[in-house]
């Protein structure tokens, strides 16, 4: 039995989006199609069965959130002025 998922990852600006997509599009190779639109990344993974899914599926997001963390870290957003009393 084939199993099949689709993610939906929005992304506060497409900058962060590409930079993500652009890190765990890399290992991609048959398993998950990333795919970017704006600041929205859809990632579609298919296995042979739940269980291989489920874990196509834990190690894409983990790759995601490093990549995320790593692109806040390396592009803090600014930090606005306090306004004096």
Same mark, same amino acid.
């Given at each position: !039995?084939?199993? $099949? ?10 900058r962060t989006?590409?930079? =993500?997509?652009?890190? =765990?599009? %890399?290992?991609?190779?048959?398993? *998950? ?5 704006? @600041? +929205? *990344?859809?990632?579609?993974? +298919? @296995?042979?069965?739940? !269980? ?8 894409? %997001?983990?790759? =995601?959130? =490093?990549?995320?963390?790593? +692109?806040?870290?390396?592009?803090? $957003?600014? $930090?606005? $002025?306090?306004?004096?009393?």
């Amino acid at each position: !039995m084939r199993a $099949r998922a689709t993610l939906t990852l929005k992304f506060p600006d497409a900058r962060t989006a590409k930079a =993500v997509a652009d890190s =765990v599009s %890399l290992d991609d190779e048959g398993y *998950i199609r990333t795919r970017r639109t704006g @600041a +929205t *990344i859809t990632a579609t993974a +298919t @296995a042979d069965g739940p !269980m291989p899914l489920l874990h196509t599926l834990d190690d894409y %997001l983990a790759c =995601v959130s =490093v990549a995320e963390r790593t +692109t806040e870290a390396a592009h803090p $957003r600014a $930090r606005r $002025r306090r306004r004096r009393a």
